[in-house]
């Protein structure tokens, strides 16, 4: 945001003065509403804006009431997530991920990166909650709340699953047990906490590709198709960029991603009861990570993946389900608190 409230657009205008227009190429991206009515708006002024004094009108704006909450809040995302130097940087999903003991990232370009302090996110996001009953008549407010949480427990599941490596690399089956129960609850909770919206919904994304077909057939290959975009990006045959398109989405989450953990994590506490060795060093490696079918787990892994590509149906019913205020609010208060014992743990060690 500091970037796009210099004024970008005026300074190439000062250079070149036939320059008549800005845009923004977001790659069917729809996540970042802030950034976008900040860039769209930035032609209309002469000079930088000031940018925290922007975002109290936006929040104003957006919600539809003043609140010095929600105020609080924006200041606290501006110095974390939308801080100077976040500007074309893609982070990793833990949750997208594909597993691994060591993951490297949750598709073929960047890895993992929290340019920020992930505990002031929890922070913003209970400052956005103080003042719910005022404005969650708002949907931009709920849509916001949403996504906020969303990125805290993202961002939480790194810690947890470092425990869950740590632990079996260690083969300390009571602590692995604990880790791994964890970071799969909280994909679940995750999903929960997206079914309430239609803007991060596999089901919804499934539901509108089948409403283009006119036969059962097209309708199944257009899901097919829907599908494949967002999980092995393409056709089925030499998968190489598998998770290029990753999302967080419920119905995703738990249909694709929580499976794919859940069958890493039990292929793994198998290893720990039988006392045998899992290497993931002696796997095969493409773009920097494991490869699609880079072991034998993996390669289980990868048919798993392509059946469900190619299963009609999948979209569940009801597409959205639960109040957005009442559901991040719970899980605020349950990941605020695990938050505490696993950011504490990592920064002594």
Same mark, same amino acid.
């Given at each position: 945001?500091?970037?796009?409230?210099?004024?970008?657009?005026?300074?190439?205008?000062?250079?070149?003065?036939?320059?008549?227009?800005?845009?923004?190429?977001?790659?069917?991206?729809?996540?970042?509403?802030?950034?976008?009515?900040?860039?769209?708006?930035? @032609?209309?002024?002469?000079?930088?804006?000031?940018?925290?004094?922007? %975002?109290?009108?936006?929040?104003?704006?957006?919600?539809?009431?003043?609140?010095?909450?929600?105020?609080?809040?924006?200041?606290?995302?501006?110095?974390? @997530?939308?801080?100077?130097?976040?500007?074309?940087?893609?982070?990793?999903?833990?949750?997208?991920?594909?597993? !691994?003991?060591?993951?490297?990232?949750?598709?073929?370009? !960047?890895?993992?990166?929290? @340019?920020?302090?992930?505990?002031?996110?929890?922070?913003?996001?209970?400052?956005?909650?103080?003042? !719910?009953?005022?404005?969650?008549?708002?949907?931009?407010?709920?849509?916001?709340?949403?996504?906020?949480?969303?990125?805290?427990?993202?961002?939480?599941?790194?810690?947890?699953?470092?425990?869950? !490596?740590?632990?079996?690399?260690?083969?300390?089956?009571?602590?692995?047990?604990?880790?791994?129960?964890?970071?799969?609850?909280?994909?679940?909770?995750?999903?929960?906490?997206?079914? #309430?919206?239609?803007?991060?919904?596999?089901?919804?994304?499934?539901?509108?590709?089948?409403?283009?077909?006119?036969?059962?057939?097209?309708?199944?290959?257009?899901?097919?198709?829907?599908?494949?975009?967002? #999980?092995?990006?393409?056709?089925?045959?030499?998968?190489?960029?598998?998770?290029?398109?990753?999302?967080?989405?419920?119905? %995703?989450?738990?249909?694709?991603?929580?499976?794919?953990?859940?069958?890493?994590?039990?292929?793994?506490?198998?290893?720990?009861?039988?006392? #045998?060795?899992?290497?993931?060093?002696?796997?095969?490696?493409? %773009?920097?990570?494991?490869?699609?079918?880079?072991?034998?787990?993996?390669?289980? %892994?990868?048919?798993?993946?392509?059946?469900?590509?190619?299963?009609?149906?999948?979209?569940? #019913?009801?597409?959205?389900?639960?109040?957005?205020?009442?559901?991040?609010?719970?899980?605020?208060?349950?990941?605020?608190?695990?938050?505490?014992?696993?950011?504490?743990?990592?920064?002594?060690?």
């Amino acid at each position: 945001l500091p970037l796009v409230s210099s004024n970008q657009f005026m300074k190439a205008k000062q250079e070149t003065p036939n320059v008549v227009g800005s845009g923004l190429f977001m790659e069917s991206i729809g996540q970042n509403p802030v950034f976008y009515e900040l860039a769209f708006e930035m @032609p209309v002024h002469q000079d930088s804006v000031k940018l925290k004094e922007w %975002l109290g009108k936006y929040a104003e704006r957006r919600y539809g009431a003043f609140s010095d909450a929600a105020c609080k809040a924006w200041e606290l995302l501006l110095a974390g @997530p939308y801080c100077a130097g976040t500007n074309g940087v893609e982070s990793s999903s833990i949750i997208c991920a594909r597993p !691994a003991v060591d993951v490297k990232k949750s598709g073929p370009n !960047a890895g993992f990166n929290i @340019p920020y302090d992930p505990q002031s996110l929890i922070e913003a996001e209970a400052c956005l909650l103080q003042d !719910a009953e005022q404005l969650k008549g708002s949907k931009p407010y709920r849509f916001d709340i949403v996504d906020v949480q969303r990125q805290v427990m993202s961002n939480l599941g790194q810690e947890i699953h470092k425990k869950a !490596a740590e632990a079996f690399r260690k083969k300390d089956k009571e602590a692995f047990a604990l880790h791994s129960r964890r970071f799969l609850e909280l994909l679940k909770d995750v999903d929960i906490l997206l079914r #309430t919206r239609t803007e991060f919904n596999f089901d919804q994304w499934l539901t509108d590709a089948r409403a283009w077909g006119t036969t059962d057939e097209e309708q199944n290959l257009f899901e097919k198709n829907a599908s494949s975009l967002v #999980t092995i990006w393409g056709g089925q045959v030499d998968v190489r960029q598998f998770d290029y398109s990753w999302r967080e989405w419920t119905g %995703l989450i738990e249909g694709y991603y929580l499976q794919r953990w859940k069958q890493f994590y039990d292929m793994l506490q198998g290893h720990l009861d039988n006392g #045998t060795t899992y290497r993931e060093e002696d796997a095969k490696m493409d %773009l920097g990570r494991q490869a699609f079918r880079a072991n034998e787990f993996y390669d289980s %892994l990868a048919d798993w993946e392509l059946a469900f590509v190619n299963r009609s149906g999948k979209a569940r #019913t009801p597409i959205t389900e639960g109040d957005e205020v009442v559901i991040a609010r719970q899980m605020l208060d349950k990941y605020k608190q695990l938050a505490k014992e696993y950011y504490n743990v990592e920064k002594t060690n």
